[in-house]
């Protein structure tokens, strides 16, 4: 079993779990995609369809298993080595900057026993036919487990009300919706119950700004999920929330 190494970040505690000792995390790769170099003159229609912008490089997928993951830290991918066979270094560019990073839309499963996240690498040295070694580690919140606080309006209801660091309202945009304004970390599900029987989700939309100074780095998100309009006049809105977030470090 490879070496996995935790960060709990509040507790400036590093416990380490060497080989033969039980991890809670199990990293998988579970795709990689090439995307060779093609003549620059190649129309744009022609190419690669891009995993990394349309440019040659390497798009490597992974899966982390466990309990409460509830997300993945977006600037804490850390790469310690990216490396051909012949021992070239693909890391850096010749400017020396990084030449990985993480892909778009890292996210977790809604019960967080799985978390998905990509990185990609551009590089002119892409090879057809040859993958690089790649190493390194990327931070995931993990949770004690969750609480729920509950909330019950009626449907016309036109207020917004809060529930604990969250502003909570009814939409009416796209169809029938509850608006959550608040830290995106903490949230693990939104349920919506009428006359004792969940409605169902039809989708969510989401807005995010940043918030500087904000713990975690977290950004302020003003999130619509969307359900199945009500047929009575009441709704109760639980709120499923994760309990102790803390900040651990999973190599891959």
């Known amino acids: 079993m490879k070496k996995v190494v935790f960060l709990v970040a509040a507790a400036g505690l590093v416990t380490s779990f060497a080989q033969g000792e039980t991890s809670p995390?199990?990293?998988t790769r579970i795709q990689t995609q090439i995307t060779a170099q093609t003549p620059k003159d190649i129309p744009f229609d022609m190419g690669p369809s891009g995993?990394?912008?349309?440019?040659a490089g390497y798009d490597f997928a992974y899966l982390i298993a466990g309990e409460n993951i509830a997300s993945i830290k977006k600037e804490s991918l850390t790469i310690t080595k990216l490396q051909m066979q012949d021992g070239t270094d693909l890391?850096?560019?010749?400017?020396?900057?990084?030449?990985?990073?993480?892909?778009?839309?890292?996210?977790?499963?809604?019960?967080?026993?799985?978390?998905?996240?990509?990185?990609?690498?551009?590089s002119e040295q892409t090879s057809a036919t040859e993958v690089p070694t790649l190493e390194g580690s990327?931070?995931?919140?993990?949770?004690?487990?969750?609480?729920?606080?509950?909330?019950t309006l009626k449907t016309d209801d036109a207020q917004t009300h809060t529930v604990g660091v969250y502003k909570v309202s009814l939409s009416k945009e796209m169809g029938f919706g509850v608006k959550i304004e608040g830290p995106e970390h903490d949230i693990a599900a939104v349920e919506v119950t009428a006359d004792g029987q969940r409605l169902e989700k039809t989708g969510t939309s989401f807005f995010s700004s940043s918030s500087a100074g904000s713990r975690r780095e977290t950004k302020e998100t003003s999130k619509t999920y969307n359900f199945a309009k009500p047929s009575v006049a009441e709704i109760t809105i639980n709120l499923i929330l994760w309990k102790n977030l803390k900040e651990h470090a999973v190599s891959f």
């Open 91 to 122: 890391s850096k560019t010749f400017r020396g900057t990084p030449n990985y990073k993480l892909g778009p839309f890292p996210k977790t499963s809604d019960d967080g026993k799985y978390a998905r996240f990509n990185v990609q690498v551009t």
């Open 51 to 55: 995993i990394v912008n349309g440019k």
């Open 25 to 27: 995390f199990a990293v």
């Open 138 to 151: 990327i931070i995931v919140y993990v949770a004690d487990g969750t609480e729920t606080k509950s909330l």
